[in-house]
């Protein structure tokens, strides 16, 4: 099932250049250079002596097919809910534990290839030393001295020919001498010699929780030369008085899909290098740069000038807290798209907890995809970015897990429809998982719903609503099915399950495990409200989602508790010292689209009211959401604060959330949800249309004063280029590529040719926001009135393929 595109027009790229530059190599995992072209991903360290690239296959993981649910789960979950109704919740999260949760695995690990190791005798002393991530090309540069030579290494993980290549060069001639081999942390690989001056890499992944690897893989290493000579004996290739060489690495699986493992990688492996080995490394680097700067350029960020081009990145990164380097932030949001735009490519894996990169067989909470926040938050800046197209990945898995989990809702659940626990993996498994603090809880398929639905609102496209309105639909009857109605407001809720990892003082901070939490409840919302607009577009299921609507209404409303907050659970329980990392109940606000300023003051004073008590400094990817909350918030420089949280460096700290020094988002450890997360949020404080308009400047830091932005996406499918000077809007370009009303709210006036003013409902449906019911108020909250900046909303009707310039006054 492939994307609808937005096939934007690109965007006029920057002046300034966007990279990453170091003075000395990497000395651990988190100072290496990624690369990525969607499938292979490589950490470049950049050592003189000895070159390390530590290499991934983004299918290379632990186990087989398989799915974990639980059979005995049936029996136990309704003991499970009898025990959370009547309070008891310690006693319910401790039976989920033991009779719910997958007892054949939790999971499977994704795993490391291993290392291309290439060794240059006598370069241990070395001078002038440079090193450098290209964010224009997607390409490494490392340059240092040798005895007066000039050394130079270009690295690319191509996008079109699906390889890694190397390419070794110096300032005279006959200088070039290298060993290189592949290593790996696999056990019982075999190495070995071939013809053609090959090596080839073969092995199994590994076993996990008692099931066998059965991930078979193989890489093979080849090079070309220019002069010299070249030699492969007992698994090293040596090349000898050269004047250049390309390095070429490539690596297969036997992997097809996440039921079917038959692949061939020998022949797969075979075929990428020889191919790849056709070209001149010109040539090869010329398409790969194409290829890549078609998604780069769509969307350019300018704070201002790089005042501090001649400090290192990691530098850069200390000390921003008293530089307030801009710069650096528009060079880490290119960064959140590079990294999206090498780790999800169409036709392949989504982007996992790290992306495509570890080192480790057994890396932190497996790598897999953890669907209670990370997951999701890793597809933020796609749509709104201009990346529409690298949501395939996450469709399918999508597709995938809707599969799976029908399987799972009947075994566990005695259910229709189907249902996906807090993670899945390569396997699609859609048990629940872990134990129960977080794995008992069943709306990870209701939160990637949102997505499909999402990419709908931003592509108006009918068709791949049509295509996906079946996943939607038995999402929501899973639901329908299997919610209950609680004892003591006999609403209807989903039980048990937890609000994401967060205990309560319902059980005295010892349990998670819970009934109706505030975010299942939004999660509910948005899937049915969903379903039943899309059954109205696709004149479909009326009976359905009539019937849809009438549950809706037996559904809690959200609630604000005793000291003012949004609460985060049915009861009134939320400790206002609590700092928990997730921010759960908040997903009304960022994500989705129930909490509005303008329609929902007194949720939107609550939820601000919630997001203070939670603090700002937390792991990396809570203040990645934090930022986009607060400019939910229309707190620009409340947002720009977590920008300078998230910017904290992070070396060797185990507990301090930030960014490391090749600008990775610290958890700690790597995560890279927070640099998607980071990236989402910086659009979302300069442009804002969740609301039923388009929301122009609407969490603009004092510090941002000028600056502009190309190519970002409206939903309606409006691209916009913006420009401001003195924090106004000086000039905006709408494109519009479905045609239809373009609503537009600006702070201060604007003039152009067809724009009105706004009157009435928005009449474009794709900014259509379903009203969400009255809170219910705690009588001792003290609500604070919501203060609005006086703004203007203007009406400008579009044709397709159209432009239209505005300019403020």
Request: with cysteine.
């Amino acid at each position: 099932m492939s994307a609808s595109n937005i096939h934007a027009q690109k965007a006029q790229t920057s002046t300034q250049e966007y990279k990453l530059w170091y003075d000395c190599p990497a000395q651990v995992w988190t100072e290496a250079l990624p690369l990525g072209n969607g499938r292979l991903g490589a950490m470049v360290y950049g050592t003189p002596g000895t070159e390390q690239i530590q290499l991934n296959e983004e299918t290379i993981w632990a186990g087989r097919p398989n799915n974990n649910a639980n059979p005995n789960a049936l029996e136990y979950i309704p003991k499970v809910r009898e025990l959370v109704f009547a309070g008891k919740y310690l006693e319910a999260q401790t039976l989920a534990t033991e009779k719910v949760m997958a007892k054949t695995n939790s999971g499977m690990p994704y795993q490391s290839f291993g290392d291309l190791r290439i060794s240059f005798p006598g370069h241990t002393r070395y001078t002038n030393y440079y090193r450098e991530l290209s964010l224009d090309s997607a390409r490494t540069i490392v340059r240092y001295e040798v005895d007066g030579v000039r050394y130079k290494r270009e690295t690319i993980t191509s996008f079109t020919d699906q390889v890694v290549m190397v390419r070794l060069t110096a300032s005279q001639p006959g200088k070039i001498t290298f060993n290189a081999q592949l290593t790996s942390p696999h056990q019982d690989v075999m190495i070995a010699s071939e013809a053609g001056n090959q090596v080839s890499l073969s092995g199994v992944s590994s076993w996990h929780e008692g099931l066998k690897g059965k991930v078979e893989f193989q890489g093979r290493l080849s090079a070309i030369h220019k002069g010299g000579k070249i030699a492969c004996a007992d698994g090293i290739l040596s090349v000898e008085n050269a004047n250049e060489a390309v390095v070429y690495v490539s690596i297969a699986t036997n992997f097809n899909n996440y039921q079917d493992i038959t692949g061939n990688q020998v022949e797969r492996a075979q075929n990428y290098l020889s191919q790849a080995m056709k070209h001149s490394f010109a040539e090869a680097k010329q398409k790969h740069t194409d290829f890549y700067r078609n998604y780069l350029t769509r969307v350019s960020l300018d704070l201002g000038a790089n005042k501090f081009e001649d400090v290192t990145t990691d530098k850069r990164v200390e000390n921003f807290k008293t530089t307030n380097d801009a710069h650096l932030v528009a060079t880490y949001f290119q960064f959140g798209r590079y990294l999206l735009i090498c780790s999800s490519q169409p036709g392949g894996q989504p982007a996992n907890l790290q992306g495509i990169w570890n080192d480790k067989l057994f890396p932190s909470w497996d790598s897999k995809y953890t669907c209670n926040i990370n997951l999701e938050m890793n597809y933020w800046p796609s749509e709104v970015t201009n990346l529409t197209e690298l949501n395939d990945p996450l469709f399918r898995l999508i597709k995938e897990v809707s599969e799976t989990g029908k399987e799972t809702a009947k075994i566990m659940y005695g259910a229709d429809g189907w249902v996906l626990h807090h993670n899945t993996d390569i396997w699609r498994i859609t048990g629940a998982l872990d134990k129960a603090p977080s794995g008992m809880w069943p709306s990870g398929g209701a939160w990637l719903c949102r997505h499909l639905w999402e990419h709908y609102l931003y592509t108006g496209d009918v068709e791949f609503l049509r295509s996906v309105y079946p996943i939607l639909k038995e999402s929501g009857r899973f639901f329908d099915e299997t919610m209950v109605q609680e004892p003591v407001h006999n609403w209807l809720v989903v039980c048990p399950s937890n609000s994401p990892e967060n205990v309560h003082s319902g059980s005295k901070g010892e349990s998670t495990t819970a009934a109706g939490c505030t975010m299942d409840n939004q999660l509910i919302f948005d899937l049915w409200t969903t379903i039943i607009s899309a059954s109205q577009i696709l004149g479909t299921d009326q009976e359905f989602a009539t019937h849809l609507q009438q549950r809706l209404q037996e559904m809690a409303p959200m609630q604000i508790g005793h000291w003012g907050q949004l609460q985060e659970w049915m009861f009134d329980w939320d400790d206002p010292n609590d700092v928990h990392r997730h921010v759960s109940h908040l997903y009304g606000l960022f994500p989705s689209n129930q909490i509005s300023p303008y329609r929902t003051p007194e949720l939107f004073d609550a939820a601000r009211t919630s997001l203070i008590h939670r603090g700002d400094p937390s792991t990396g990817w809570s203040m990645g959401w934090k930022v986009c909350l607060w400019a939910r918030l229309l707190d620009g420089d409340h947002a720009y604060k977590l920008i300078t949280d998230q910017l904290t460096l992070v070396r060797n700290e185990k507990k301090k959330g930030g960014t490391y020094p090749n600008l990775f988002d610290a958890h700690p450890p790597f995560q890279i949800d927070g640099n998607f997360g980071c990236a989402a949020g910086i659009v979302e404080m300069l442009m804002q249309s969740y609301d039923g308009f388009i929301n122009l400047l609407p969490a603009l830091p004092s510090l941002w004063q000028e600056g502009s932005v190309k190519g970002i996406i409206a939903r309606g499918g409006f691209e916009l280029d913006l420009s401001w000077k003195n924090g106004q809007v000086e000039r905006i370009v709408v494109k519009s590529h479905k045609g239809g009303n373009c609503r537009l709210r600006s702070a201060h006036p604007l003039t152009g040719k067809g724009l009105k003013q706004a009157k009435g409902e928005n009449p474009n449906a794709l900014f259509a926001v379903p009203e969400v019911a009255k809170p219910l108020i705690n009588e001792k909250a003290q609500l604070n009135k919501v203060e609005i900046t006086k703004t203007y909303l203007y009406d400008l009707p579009t044709k397709a393929g159209k432009e239209y310039l505005l300019i403020g006054k």
